[in-house]
């Protein structure tokens, strides 16, 4: 096992004006399951195509260990990737596609099933082993392309939206596995993915990418409460978060016909506007309050959404509400006043956090 380190690692490709990946500094420790996430283009798979040596660096360094690969060439870096897509040899059995990286290296056929044995039993895929690729179904053949990995006791596992392929239940149960799995074996992991949900509930620290820049690393729950910027804060969260443009009064910010309070010393810095984020949770409904006129009203289940548009205010708000007794499209109803610990100051211009 070992550590990942990029050191102002640069990647810019042929006939750009600008970095694809710009200038990452990041490390992730020994045996951490680390996600990279953010919209697409965002440079989160050239950076992981990067690690692997399947892209060249421009400038800076990556180190494994204390070992600078840079300008290794993929068979030597002692990494494993499982892709978006299986890569399975269709006229191998299971077996012999998990197993055919060792054949590849020369191992003994001994060790070859015992390793293959090992992974297929961490995986619930021994009774597969005698199988087609066609024979099975999509999360089988993803196990299949983890064990493929697994089997090679790589220092690093590289995982590069491995899931996008599967239908949404199956994408939830196999999810669990692959952070169950992680945890079991220990070994470094770097998965990149465009889904908030999967980077909020996999990694033990996620990195948030956009225009090929971090703009935050920590824990899920540290991104989620306390988001650098306003970037972060409106990428992360399902639905997201309520940012609306605010005027600074005496005492805080103004919403509607109410103050907002919000610390002097937080709004120091500020201009004459700020951006004020909050979550949908944390507005509540109430029988007086900032007027909403419901527009769309999204029920998930055990939990309900409305979308609304009040005056003075150009951005939709959304709000969750009672599944039992959601609004009706039209009607009008009143959020209650903001709670000050729950509201995120951001700079107007800058986006970041005040």
Same mark, same amino acid.
């Given at each position: 096992?070992?550590?990942?380190?990029?050191?102002?690692?640069?990647?810019?490709?042929?006939?750009?004006?600008?970095?694809?990946?710009?200038?990452?500094?990041?490390?992730?420790?020994?045996?951490?399951?680390?996600?990279?996430?953010?919209?697409?283009?965002?440079?989160?798979?050239?950076?992981?195509?990067?690690?692997?040596?399947?892209?060249?660096?421009?400038?800076?360094?990556?180190?494994?260990?204390?070992?600078?690969?840079?300008?290794?060439?993929? %068979?030597?870096?002692?990494?494993?990737?499982?892709?978006?897509?299986?890569?399975?040899?269709?006229?191998?059995?299971?077996?012999?596609?998990?197993?055919?990286?060792?054949?590849?290296?020369?191992?003994?056929?001994?060790?070859?099933?015992?390793?293959?044995?090992?992974?297929?039993?961490?995986?619930?895929?021994?009774?597969?082993?005698?199988?087609?690729?066609?024979?099975?179904?999509?999360?089988?053949?993803?196990?299949?392309?983890?064990?493929?990995?697994?089997?090679?006791?790589?220092?690093?596992?590289?995982?590069?939206?491995?899931?996008?392929?599967?239908?949404? %239940?199956?994408?939830?149960?196999?999810?669990?596995?692959?952070?169950?799995?992680?945890?079991?074996?220990?070994?470094?992991?770097?998965?990149?993915?465009?889904?908030?949900?999967?980077?909020?509930?996999?990694?033990?620290?996620?990195?948030?990418?956009?225009?090929?820049?971090?703009?935050?690393?920590?824990?899920?729950?540290?991104?989620?409460?306390?988001?650098?910027?306003?970037?972060?804060?409106?990428?992360?969260?399902?639905?997201?978060?309520?940012?609306?443009?605010?005027?600074?009064?005496?005492?805080?910010?103004?919403?509607?016909?109410?103050?907002?309070?919000?610390?002097?010393?937080?709004?120091?810095?500020?201009?004459?506007?700020?951006?004020?984020?909050?979550?949908?949770?944390?507005?509540?409904?109430?029988?007086?309050?900032?007027?909403?006129?419901?527009?769309?009203?999204?029920?998930?289940?055990?939990?309900?959404?409305?979308?609304?548009?009040?005056?003075?205010?150009?951005?939709?708000?959304?709000?969750?509400?009672?599944?039992?007794?959601?609004?009706? %499209?039209?009607?009008?109803?009143?959020?209650?006043?903001?709670?000050?610990?729950?509201?995120?100051?951001?700079?107007?211009?800058?986006?970041?956090?005040?």
């Amino acid at each position: 096992m070992a550590s990942v380190t990029f050191d102002k690692a640069t990647r810019i490709f042929d006939g750009q004006d600008r970095p694809t990946v710009d200038a990452i500094d990041l490390r992730i420790e020994d045996g951490e399951f680390l996600v990279l996430v953010g919209p697409s283009g965002c440079g989160k798979s050239t950076t992981l195509r990067m690690l692997a040596g399947l892209e060249d660096v421009d400038s800076g360094r990556i180190l494994i260990g204390d070992r600078d690969v840079t300008q290794l060439p993929p %068979k030597d870096r002692d990494i494993a990737m499982v892709f978006q897509n299986y890569a399975l040899y269709p006229h191998m059995t299971v077996a012999e596609n998990m197993g055919f990286a060792l054949r590849i290296a020369k191992a003994s056929k001994a060790d070859i099933a015992a390793r293959v044995a090992e992974a297929a039993e961490l995986l619930g895929l021994t009774d597969f082993l005698d199988r087609k690729p066609k024979a099975l179904s999509g999360g089988q053949r993803q196990r299949v392309a983890m064990g493929r990995a697994i089997v090679r006791s790589p220092q690093v596992f590289l995982m590069d939206e491995p899931l996008s392929n599967l239908d949404a %239940k199956l994408r939830v149960q196999t999810r669990t596995q692959i952070a169950a799995l992680q945890r079991r074996l220990g070994t470094t992991t770097v998965y990149v993915t465009h889904d908030q949900v999967e980077a909020m509930t996999m990694g033990d620290r996620v990195a948030v990418m956009d225009a090929g820049v971090v703009q935050q690393v920590a824990t899920p729950r540290e991104i989620y409460d306390h988001p650098v910027n306003v970037f972060v804060a409106g990428f992360l969260g399902s639905p997201a978060m309520n940012l609306l443009d605010l005027p600074v009064v005496d005492g805080g910010v103004r919403l509607g016909d109410s103050v907002v309070p919000v610390e002097r010393s937080v709004l120091a810095e500020a201009g004459p506007v700020v951006t004020v984020g909050v979550r949908p949770e944390n507005l509540g409904i109430a029988p007086q309050g900032l007027p909403v006129t419901v527009s769309v009203v999204e029920e998930t289940g055990a939990d309900a959404y409305l979308y609304g548009h009040t005056e003075n205010l150009t951005d939709n708000i959304v709000a969750r509400t009672d599944w039992r007794h959601p609004p009706e %499209k039209g009607s009008v109803i009143h959020l209650a006043p903001l709670d000050h610990t729950q509201v995120h100051v951001f700079h107007a211009d800058t986006g970041r956090r005040l």
